[in-house]
Every structure is written in structure tokens, then in C-alpha cells.
Antibody, heavy 120, light 109 residues
């Protein structure tokens, strides 16, 4: 049973940083690409970033490029999202999600999300 | 920037067929994926690679793609199918970026 558990969300002031984590279990983490997807309150889904199974390839949405960094630790089956220079428009539920395959195809399984609120 | 366009809402009576469309210039060359999101819950994959159904998804869910439009069809929609549905694909100009459609609220009543 695929399980993805996000943590690290909370309230943070604009221009500050926050790091999200996602603990994976129930599957071989090291062979799957992983994504972050976010959803602002009452809004639709927005793809944020993807990292390949071996961390050699990372891609970002234009809205976060240069501010957010996706990474992974396969020895710990954990995915991360380092978020710097946060803006009020970054407020959202952040979902960790597993890809269908090792590269970058589509999202298959989702965590329950962690809420990030950027506010002064 | 690349966009996938969905109708904001679709409404059907129980037992009828619901069709939700997703339009995008790159869909002839890129797969479409469909997600169901019920209120307060995480999304669930219901169709991948245009027309494949994951294990555990009811057979009434099907997908197709033709030209610049992908379609999610729910044959014999049930009350429990009421949810937001999102299509997903890859950016036409940057194959590595993902893009979601704006979402469609399906009402079954």
C-alpha cells in the first residue's frame, strides 16, 4: 500500500523559508520519480516540481523556479521541497505525489497534503 | 504559457453519461491523465495515458483522446461520482513541465 505523508507546513512570513518533507512507504521509493503539486484554497491543482528517481533531473514550474528546490534522499525514502523567498501567493496545500514511472510521466499516488500559509 | 481548458461545470442525472472535456494544443502528442477530487480529499488517478484505467477504478470511467481534445466519460454516473475532475498533461513547449486543467465540477443529481 503506497503511503505518502507530508510534513513541515505551517504559517510563515513573506520572504522567509520553509522546508517540506514527504515520507514514503509501501513501495520501492528509489525507482520512482516524485512530484510536488499544490492547491491554493478554493482553487485548482498546480504542478510545482518533479525529480527523477535518481535525482539527476529536476524541473520546476515557472512560478517557483529559482525559489524552490526539490530533492530526495533514497536511503531515507524521503522527498523534500525547500521553499525560499516565500510569497503570499505560495499559500496552498502542498501534495507529495508519486509518478507512474521512474522518469516524468503522470502522477499516480498522492499524499494527504500539508498546508502552507504565507502571511505577515 | 501552455493551458489545458476544461468546462467549469457539468451536470447530469444519476444513470446518465457524463462527459468532461480537456482541450490543449499538445494533446495530439502528449498523454492526458484524469484525476477525481472529492471535497476535502486528495486527488485520485482515474485514467492515465489517455485511456487506461488504474486498478480499483470502476469500469464506468473511461478516457479517450482525439486531436486536441481528451475526454473523460462516466457511463451511468452515480451520486458518489460527484467531485472535481482535473486533466493533466505535459507542457507543449517544455516537455518536462506538468500542466493541470482548471478543473470541472461534476454534479450528479
Amino acid at each position: 500500500q503506497v503511503q505518502l505523508v507530508e510534513s513541515g507546513g505551517g504559517v510563515v512570513q513573506p520572504r522567509r523559508s520553509l522546508r517540506l518533507s514527504c515520507a514514503a512507504s509501501g513501495f520501492t521509493f528509489s525507482i520512482y520519480a516524485m512530484h510536488w503539486v499544490r492547491q491554493a484554497p478554493g482553487q485548482g491543482l498546480e504542478w510545482v516540481a518533479v525529480i527523477s528517481y535518481d535525482a539527476t533531473n529536476k524541473y520546476y514550474a515557472d512560478s517557483v523556479k529559482g525559489r524552490f528546490t526539490i530533492s530526495r534522499d533514497n536511503s531515507k525514502s524521503t522527498l523534500y521541497l525547500q521553499m525560499n523567498s516565500l510569497r503570499t501567493e505560495d499559500s496552498a496545500v502542498y501534495y507529495c505525489a508519486r509518478d507512474l514511472y521512474g522518469g516524468n510521466s503522470g502522477v499516480e499516488s498522492w499524499g494527504q497534503g500539508t498546508l502552507v500559509t504565507v502571511s505577515s | 504559457s501552455y493551458e489545458l481548458t476544461q468546462p467549469p461545470s457539468v451536470s447530469v442525472s444519476p444513470g446518465q453519461t457524463a462527459r468532461i472535456t480537456c482541450s490543449g494544443d499538445a494533446l495530439p502528442k502528449k498523454y492526458a491523465y484524469w484525476y477525481q477530487q472529492k471535497s476535502g480529499q486528495a486527488p485520485v488517478l482515474v485514467i492515465y495515458e489517455d485511456s487506461k484505467r488504474p486498478s480499483g477504478i470502476p469500469e464506468r470511467f473511461s478516457g479517450s483522446s482525439s486531436g486536441t481534445m481528451a475526454t473523460l466519460t462516466i457511463s451511468g454516473a452515480q451520486v458518489e461520482d460527484e467531485a472535481d475532475y482535473y486533466c493533466y498533461s505535459r507542457d507543449s513547449s517544455d516537455n518536462h513541465k506538468g500542466v493541470f486543467g482548471g478543473g470541472t465540477k461534476l454534479t450528479v443529481l
